[in-house]
């Protein structure tokens, strides 16, 4: 497998992990403030 495939393969994880992320947040808003809280943000 050429490593364009790899990089592809990346980038096509990364998209569907920051949806999946974008859609927690959005859905539960009063968690992510936790989140921050804890992280120092």
């Known amino acids: 497998m050429p490593l364009s495939d790899y990089a ?4 096509k ?3 569907e992990s ?3 992320l974008t859609d927690w ?3 539960n808003p009063q968690w992510w403030a ?4 804890a ?3």
């Open 8 to 11: 592809d393969w990346w980038d």
């Open 13 to 15: 994880q990364k998209r």
């Open 18 to 20: 920051e949806a999946i």
């Open 25 to 27: 947040v959005q859905e």
């Open 34 to 37: 936790v989140v921050m809280e």
């Open 39 to 41: 992280c120092g943000y």
